[in-house]
């Protein structure tokens, strides 16, 4: 239903690529609460993905571009004023790959080069769009700038492997540039801890249906879907969150603050005893 949370707002969306993705449900539910938005990915990704078909239901366009490529952004950024008329009012950043995930290098025995195109597309390149943005005067007074993170940034997670590592740069990034641009033009750089959601991205990390069910299971309201992000990003884009900079925002159904709940221990429980009663198995 919409309450017209975002009327006369213009944003970029980054990383929708398919149906699965939560910067899908951001762009449409950013639309239907009365925002225009520009879509942007990478050109491989958009051969992969339905990003196109996306922006046809929104009556937008997609601008092609590398968010580890400054050029790339500085053209990104001069065609999305152009197109939506006027400077922007928020971004999102929903970016994050691993080659040492994809190729299954385990942490310990990682391929720095790999390492350095995690950190690159999933992190590094938060710190270029919001540079690219500034140096250009591309945002608004006020304008509201998320990326999307995880609680690896804090805690270890077996299998999420480098990602964790790109996850605390990013989130370090927020803070950094959330007091320098919070300063100069009233904008605010948050992050959003989101429950492990079944993405496309998420899909790739190892174990990730156990991980879901686990958090699921800890969580006391359960896991938060991608729908529930988009609700949640919406309202850090709208002015009701003005004054809110600078966090990494928990999304998790609390699981961030549990350390055992009592659904995690009946599930132990009996992994437990069917140890017992099943030694040779």
């Not at 899908?24 to 520009?38: D, H, L, P, R």
């Not at 950024?77 to 999102?92: A, N, R």
């Amino acid at each position: 239903m919409s309450c017209n949370l975002l009327e006369g707002k213009r944003g970029i969306v980054f990383g929708a690529l398919n149906e699965l993705s939560i910067a899908w449900k951001v762009a449409e539910k950013a639309v239907e609460q009365g925002a225009q938005v520009v879509l942007t990915n990478t050109a491989m990704a958009m051969r992969m993905g339905e990003t196109e078909k996306l922006a046809k239901k929104l009556n937008t366009i997609v601008i092609p571009a590398d968010a580890t490529s400054v050029e790339d952004l500085e053209i990104l950024f001069d065609k999305s004023i152009e197109h939506l008329g006027g400077k922007i009012d928020f971004i999102l950043h929903s970016i994050g790959m691993s080659p040492n995930v994809r190729k299954g290098r385990h942490y310990s025995n990682l391929d720095y080069n790999y390492l350095q195109k995690t950190l690159d597309v999933s992190a590094v390149s938060f710190h270029k769009v919001i540079q690219v943005c500034r140096k250009k005067d591309a945002l608004n007074q006020w304008g509201s700038i998320l990326a999307l993170s995880y609680v690896a940034a804090q805690r270890t997670f077996y299998g999420y492997n480098d990602m964790a590592d790109a996850k605390s740069l990013l989130e370090s990034i927020a803070r950094s540039f959330g007091y320098i641009y919070g300063r100069e033009k009233n904008v605010r750089i948050n992050t959003i801890s989101q429950s492990p959601t079944l993405t496309t991205a998420g899909q790739g990390v190892k174990g990730f249906d156990h991980l879901m069910d686990f958090s699921e299971r800890m969580s006391p309201l359960g896991n938060a879907s991608a729908d529930e992000c988009a609700d949640y990003c919406l309202t850090m884009f709208s002015d009701l969150t003005r004054k809110v900079t600078m966090q990494n925002l928990f999304h998790d159904g609390g699981f961030s603050n549990m350390g055992m709940s009592l659904q995690a221990m009946q599930q132990y429980n009996k992994s437990f005893i069917y140890d017992q009663e099943h030694p040779f198995d």
